[in-house]
């Protein structure tokens, strides 16, 4: 089945470094992919879209100067987190879709959980 | 706007009991459905998808339904087992975008 690899899975970081993490479908291809944060015992909320060789789309409220996103080849994604600070500490996910269309369903990555001390 | 809505909240049942997991929604024009499972700090996994052509799907101990008239799907697992304790969420894909709606969940504990 299609699998999405994230890394790294967790990872902590001073305050005011950056920290990039990566999101690849290993065995598909996916001009798409989304990116989630998620606090403890609370849904996943959307905070950007990944569109590849163009611009992230990204959700009200999201600031796209702190979170970078990249999205290079068909395969893999990035998000760095610029600047982090203890509120940035969270868990996040990404997520993507087939390129080959609709009936395919979305595929999940394992998470990171960044922890900014 | 698309709401979706999972029933039960939080589910205990002891080890081999069958149990039932629901995901209302509100807007029907859709083109599949999806169940995940999350377990504690960790991804989504993927568990079945529904084609809205289709009424049900099978895998293993897991059977989802789905009926898109009434905008309800069903997540039916047989004989739990202490490894099936997880959240489980439902999903469907947002109108006239690419991502997903997502359920409120439903956090099933199976006590051995």
């Known amino acids: 089945g299609a699998v999405v690899s994230q890394h790294p899975s967790w990872v902590i970081c001073k305050s005011g470094t950056s920290v990039k993490i990566e999101c690849r479908s290993l065995?598909?291809?996916?001009?798409?992919m989304f990116w989630y944060r998620q606090f403890p015992k609370q849904s996943l909320m959307l905070m950007a879209t990944?569109?590849?060789?163009?611009?992230?789309?990204?959700e009200q409220g999201v600031e796209k100067d702190k979170f970078l996103i990249n999205h290079a080849s068909l395969t893999l994604s990035t998000l760095t987190v610029t600047s982090a600070h203890p509120e940035d500490s969270s868990f996040y996910i990404c997520?993507?879709?087939?390129?080959?269309?609709?009936?395919?369903?979305?595929?999940f990555g394992s998470g990171t959980r960044l922890t900014v001390v | 706007k698309q709401e979706v809505t999972q029933i039960p909240a939080a589910l205990s049942v002891p080890e081999g009991e069958n149990l039932v997991l629901n995901c209302s929604f509100t807007?029907?024009?859709?083109?599949?459905l999806q169940w995940f499972r999350q377990d504690p700090g960790k991804g989504l996994t993927s568990l079945l998808l529904?084609?809205?052509?289709?009424r049900e799907q099978t895998s293993g101990r897991l059977n989802a339904s789905l009926d898109k008239s009434s905008g309800r799907s069903t997540l039916y697992i047989a004989a739990s087992q202490p490894g099936d304790s997880a959240t489980y969420l439902c999903?469907?894909?947002?109108?006239?975008?690419?991502?997903?709606?997502f359920g409120t969940g439903t956090r099933l504990t199976v006590i051995p």
């Open positions: 807007d029907s024009a859709i083109y599949n």
């Open positions: 065995d598909f291809q996916a001009t798409t």
């Open positions: 990944s569109n590849e060789g163009s611009k992230a789309t990204y």
């Open positions: 997520s993507a879709r087939d390129i080959k269309g609709a009936d395919y369903g979305y595929t």
């Open positions: 999903a469907v894909p947002r109108t006239g975008a690419n991502n997903l709606f």
């Open positions: 529904i084609q809205s052509s289709q």
